[in-house]
């Protein structure tokens, strides 16, 4: 089978925003305790961090980390976690039916971020909270001192503000599971409310407001219509969710969702669009794809907690998920998507960084690995740093339940033009057949191949696990070549591979 891409130079798409590369941490399972803090652990810092999370989350080079919710946030006081750790109170997480010890509070959090290298996007609580927690919030966060709450992070031990950025109006609001859930016209206006409030405080933060959880919401897409008409000049992003499944064990249609993805983006982006010229406005409103991944592996063993038959535990197993081959080509495939519309998606976060839903897996007292999604997601993030290249693909397809004509071959391109290189990242979808692609490069100098890693493997389950961390690992591809202006490489069956090219 045969494949054939144009790549021009100026044919482009969007640079893309390095924060496509963002993840997320919530207050959830062992995401935080026995995932990023275990004081006990013999690789913990002096702050309790365990370092050998620390080093493969800085090994990513995770541009930011969003925090502390997810479901969590919409119940959740941050004052409960400030202050002098054996004074802070244990609370009923209602969202996940466990109990929050309070340990980690965004102070810790703040100096985790600093250790790895990341920024912090924070949450308020729009849930069981609303505009006054928001103000006094990022008071306490981001102003100097001198004032009732910038003084209380001085005595708590923190004397520069956190200085943060980017803050999300909520979670997942229109999801009845949210406590505080709320109609359209209800979250639009308090959305609007808190913004307004935010901004008289700095013009200059990134706000990002609630859209649909997932694009089988009953409400969606009016939601975001109804949403961005109380908010649009108040805003610079809506938030769109999506988790991937196979639950038929249907790798073709499993492997085609990424269309699903790509009609979500494109229908909210000219939503945007729709109400941006029914305001008569100039500003411009981007997406911030702030939940992504595969998450079903662990949905029954989830089961009895969710439902309250476990009691209130504190930082049970929750959510695990363990990867297998085939979540590599599905995050290859949305990591491409994502390039792909960079014109529109500004900030995309992977749910979650560690032990839940995540790349990331820890025992406690043990070792912490890569599970199989870590490799896409990192070669996305340390190599699709750059201009996004508007491709076009000619390649053979197959008919699925998101679309007719799903090409085998899925590819993103990008132009890192500082340092003159040019990274393609390719699935190839299909089963049984080997795909010999050609990209014609055009407008670029000729170049050398610098790069190629294949992910294949013969089993789609394969896992990685703490006795074996490299069952699913990249290794070295060969027979790429790139000559008299064209990149030739081999797809083998079922396969995700990154090729780099100087130019
Ligand atoms: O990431 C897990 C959960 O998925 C989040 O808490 C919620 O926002 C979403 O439904």
């Not at 229908?267 to 911030?288: C, M």
């Not at 839903?357 to 820890?362: E, G, R, S, V």
Request: charged share 25%; net charge negative.
């Amino acid at each position: 089978m045969k494949a054939s891409v144009v790549a021009h130079k100026d044919f482009t798409v969007s640079k893309i925003d390095d924060r496509v590369y963002g993840a997320f941490l919530e207050h959830l399972g062992r995401a935080i305790y026995e995932g990023i803090y275990e004081p006990d652990h013999p690789s913990a810092d002096k702050n309790g961090m365990r370092g050998d999370v620390a080093k493969l989350v800085k090994d990513l080079n995770v541009p930011m980390v969003r925090y502390p919710g997810g479901n969590f946030v919409s119940a959740y006081n941050w004052e409960d976690g400030v202050g002098p750790r054996d004074e802070r109170p244990t609370r009923l997480d209602l969202a996940w039916h466990t109990s929050e010890s309070n340990a980690v509070g965004v102070h810790e959090f703040a100096d985790w971020c600093e250790t790895v290298g990341t920024e912090m996007m924070l949450a308020v609580n729009l849930g069981s909270r609303g505009v006054d927690d928001a103000r006094n919030f990022l008071e306490y966060v981001n102003h100097p001192g001198g004032t009732y709450w910038s003084d209380l992070r001085i005595k708590n031990g923190r004397k520069e503000p956190f200085d943060v950025k980017m803050w999300c109006l909520g979670n997942e609001m229109d999801g009845p599971w949210q406590v505080g859930h709320k109609d359209a016209d209800e979250y639009g206006k308090l959305a609007a409310n808190t913004a307004r409030a935010m901004r008289m405080f700095d013009s200059k933060l990134e706000l990002i407001v609630c859209g649909s959880s997932h694009a089988d919401m009953a409400s969606y897409p009016d939601w975001e219509r109804i949403v961005l008409e109380h908010t649009y000049e108040h805003v610079d992003h809506i938030s769109l969710h999506m988790y991937f499944a196979n639950r038929d064990k249907d790798t073709a249609n499993y492997l085609a969702l990424n269309h699903k993805l790509d009609r979500y983006i494109k229908t909210v982006a000219s939503t945007i669009t729709q109400v941006k010229n029914k305001k008569r406005s100039k500003r411009d409103v981007y997406i911030s794809f702030d939940e992504w991944n595969v998450w079903y592996h662990s949905n029954k063993q989830d089961r009895t907690i969710l439902e309250g038959n476990s009691g209130w535990p504190h930082a049970p197993g929750l959510l695990e998920d363990i990867y297998n081959f085939e979540d590599v080509l599905q995050v290859g495939l949305i990591l491409n998507t994502f390039i792909r519309n960079s014109d529109v998606v500004k900030i995309a976060c992977i749910a979650q960084l560690v032990n839940v839903i995540a790349p990331i897996m820890t025992e406690k007292g043990g070792p912490a690995w890569a599970q199989t999604i870590y490799y896409p997601y990192y070669f996305a993030s340390i190599f699709g740093r750059g201009t996004a290249l508007n491709l076009i693909v000619n390649s053979p397809g197959y008919d699925s339940k998101h679309a007719d004509n799903t090409p085998y071959v899925d590819v993103s391109g990008v132009h890192n033009e500082e340092e003159g290189t040019l990274s393609f990242f390719l699935v190839n979808r299909h089963g049984t057949d080997s795909i010999d692609v050609s990209v014609s490069l055009q407008g670029f100098a000729a170049g050398q191949i610098i790069d190629h890693q294949v992910m294949t493997h013969t089993n789609l389950e394969a896992v990685n696990t703490a006795k074996n961390q490299t069952e699913v690992a990249p290794r070295k591809g060969s027979g790429a070549k790139a000559e008299d202006g064209s990149l030739t490489v081999k797809l083998p069956p079922y396969s995700y591979q990154m090729v780099r090219v100087k130019v």
